[in-house]
């Protein structure tokens, strides 16, 4: 319900937005693409220029790699090249390519894994 939107929290509204999702236009941050891989959501990311070590150019480029995502460098963002990448994403053969390579990513036991390996290492 839209409307009950204002009086959840912030991190409910998060999972209901990637939910409705077909494709991403977004940064590439790692909570970003962990999050797009985990639900399988093609994207078209624009790094954000000057993060620290360029990681965000790593992480798109990693799901380019992989197909899962169009990588777009901020300079050359602009409404029609975006309006090109999005009509090639929503093309269903191509969305459906592109779904399935960002689910490939995904890592649902991310946070479990983590935990391990910190237990593991912890005295």
């Known amino acids: ?20 999702a077909d494709v991403a236009v977004c940064r590439a941050g790692a909570a970003t693409v ?28 990693a799901l380019a790699s992989s197909g899962a995502a169009t990588v777009i460098a901020d300079r050359e963002c602009s409404g029609e090249r975006l309006a090109s990448e999005l009509d090639l994403i929503l093309e269903p053969s191509r969305h459906d ?12 036991d991310a946070a479990d894994t983590i935990a391990r390996v910190v237990s593991e290492l912890a005295p």
């Open 34 to 61: 962990a999050e797009l891989t985990l639900l399988g959501i093609p994207s078209v990311l624009v790094p954000l220029p000057g993060a620290p070590g360029d990681h965000q150019s790593a992480n798109a480029a």
């Open 97 to 108: 390519e592109m779904s399935a390579a960002a689910a490939s990513l995904g890592r649902a």
């Open 1 to 20: 319900d839209l409307h009950s939107f204002p009086t959840r929290r912030s991190s409910d509204l998060m999972v209901t937005w990637w939910s409705l």
